[in-house]
């Protein structure tokens, strides 16, 4: 049976001070009034049905995810109770559904991402499960085609295509984000896609490469679908690792039972990781602004400025350009667009200094 499970885990730091502990950026309303995590699950309407969706989130904020997704029945809803990277976040559900049903087969999706058109989408997730289905080895990702030599993307290569699925290729080798010049050359080849961070196999398939891979973070998933009470003993434990590191890169280069295979995904692609991104989805100004929120600006040009404050505060800007101004009940933050990708480095120093009431 097909399943869906949308990771909704992280803190989105660079999109502090809107994105906190308690708050994380896929909860966000910034979006026309929806979530990241509403626009995830309604990109799955006619996939699963809703019984067959899961999130996999953190436990701090498990109940607001239920309250953006009633849809979602509350056994779907894991917390997790800290983060241990997406490892983990695909392997407790792999194991809890493959308890549940031995021919699980999962696709996994993310909740910071804008796609368009959705249909594009559907359609290589629906192939994604159809290989899945055919091919019990199969590791199946997803390959977005570029359209720019982008440098906060990693990468695919990909190779061979599948007999009957000429859209699925064999994948030859992953890149690690890269500099410009070899992001352009990586795009002038026409050999390679974006990682898009999203995956389809059998739950059972997952499980077998973590037997062969990593037989330690096997044993305590196993362990913990089957005694699910001992998730705050049993979670902090497990390895922190990325599934590309731990599994699918290594799968690529022959190692392990199971084989890696790219779904093409030609669509328009957004991960919205921080505010530059974030203001790629706003509407914008004659002058280039993007806005939410009360504020005035004057002799303003390219600028993001988000008001989210609850006592009717104005934010009034002049002679600015290309700056990032966020006011929230508690904080402000003012910064130039080309520094928005440090707010991490901010938030780290912030905590430092007056602990983590504001983080």
């Known amino acids: 049976m097909r399943y869906v499970l949308i990771m909704a885990g992280g803190s989105g730091k660079r999109l502090w001070p809107l994105s906190r502990q308690d708050m994380p950026k896929q909860l966000l309303k910034v979006l026309g009034g929806k979530s990241l995590l509403r626009i995830a699950y309604e990109r799955l309407e006619g996939l699963v049905p809703p019984e067959r969706v899961l999130v996999c989130t953190g436990a701090d904020y498990a109940h607001v995810v239920a309250e953006e997704l009633p849809e979602v029945l509350a056994e779907n809803i894991l917390g997790e109770p800290e983060g241990r990277d997406s490892l983990n976040a695909v392997a407790w559900p792999a194991a809890v559904l493959a308890a549940r049903d031995p021919e699980a087969v999962v696709a996994v999706v ?53 007999a009957g699925h000429p859209d699925v290729h064999t ?52 362990a913990l679908a089957a005694e699910p009470d001992r998730l705050a003993e049993i ?52 002058q280039g602004n993007a806005t939410q929120g009360v504020s005035v600006l004057v002799d303003a040009r390219d600028n993001l400025v988000i008001n989210h404050a609850e006592d009717g505060r104005l934010v009034a800007v002049v002679g600015l350009s290309d700056t990032v101004i966020v006011q929230t009940p508690q904080i402000t933050l003012v910064c130039p667009v080309s520094e928005a990708e440090r707010i991490k480095e901010l938030v780290a120093e912030v905590t430092e200094r007056l602990g983590r009431s504001y983080a």
């Open 235 to 286: 979670y902090p434990r497990l390895l922190k690792i990325s599934v590309d590191y731990a599994v699918m890169e290594p799968a690529s280069q022959g190692r392990g039972s199971g084989h890696v295979v790219a779904v093409r995904l030609p669509i328009t692609w957004h991960d919205v990781g921080g505010f530059a991104s974030l203001s790629e989805q706003l509407p914008r100004d004659a």
């Open 110 to 162: 993310t909740a910071d991402q804008i796609m368009h058109p959705v249909e594009a989408f559907q359609t290589a997730l629906a192939e994604g499960f159809a290989v899945a289905e055919e091919d019990p080895g199969a590791l199946v990702t997803f390959g977005v085609v570029p359209t720019s030599a982008h440098t906060g993307y990693g990468y695919l290569r990909h190779a061979d295509a599948l």
């Open 171 to 222: 994948v030859a080798e992953f890149k690690e984000k890269p500099d410009l010049a070899t992001a352009q050359g990586y795009l002038d080849s026409g050999s390679y896609w974006w990682n898009a961070g999203m995956f389809v196999w059998r739950a059972a398939t997952l499980l077998e490469q973590l037997a062969q891979l990593h037989p330690d973070t096997h044993a305590q998933v196993t």
